[in-house]
């Protein structure tokens, strides 16, 4: 498997900023999960981070074109089908099956929900956002309406939790990486 050096480079020869941050806020969050159920970490993490990696040059293959760059690169077909999974029903007829990509499909969308929950917040930070304020944006669909409720809905009963334990979660994950994601405290 290629290191996390490796992916992180992959990532940003083929997106920018935006979607490089995305992609890192997805790692976290994996890597969170993979913690809380006592799985392999650096896989999930790369999983996350990697999981739009066709998105900003393909968007009209998103999914399919991953496939194709990661297998040239060596990545595993278990890895390749969980990122490929993210897609089910919108680009993909992939399934989310595993607990790795339940997770994902779970967490993608949910992570620039809660992205920009923080970003509207006075202190532009993750670190005081609490699940009160990120339900009453879930429930605004005019806002942030790029992440699919329905999907994020799916995606805590495909996990077999509420959808406030999988916000909590979530943001929990992103706090403790707030600063790469510039979402920290200033002062």
């Known amino acids: ?3 996390r050096e490796e992916a992180f480079a992959l990532l940003k020869a083929y997106n920018g900023a935006a979607l490089t941050t995305h ?3 997805v790692e976290g969050t994996m890597r969170y999960f993979a913690r809380k159920a006592g799985e392999d970490e650096e896989k999930w993490g790369i999983v996350g ?3 739009d990696l066709d998105y900003e ?3 009209e293959l998103h999914c399919t ?3 194709e760059i990661m297998r040239e690169k060596g990545y595993s077909e278990e890895i390749i089908r969980a990122i490929v999974s993210h897609g089910w029903g919108i680009c993909s007829d992939v399934e989310p099956l595993s607990p ?3 997770t994902l499909y779970a967490v993608d969308e949910l992570t620039g929900l809660i992205t920009a929950c923080a970003l509207v917040r006075p202190s532009k930070s993750v670190m005081d956002l609490e699940l009160s304020s990120a339900k ?3 429930k605004d669909k005019g806002f942030a309406a790029g992440a699919s409720r329905e ?5 805590a009963d495909m996990l077999g939790v509420s959808l406030d334990e999988l916000i909590t979660d979530v943001i929990a994950a992103m706090r403790a990486i707030a600063p790469s994601l510039g979402l920290e405290l200033k002062n």
Do not use: Q, W
């Open 151 to 155: 999907v994020i809905s799916k995606g």
């Open 23 to 25: 992609g890192l806020a």
């Open 136 to 138: 009453k944006k879930f």
């Open 1 to 3: 498997m290629p290191t």
């Open 57 to 59: 040059k393909y968007p």
């Open 49 to 51: 981070l990697l999981h």
């Open 100 to 102: 790795m990509e339940k």
């Open 65 to 67: 074109k991953t496939a």
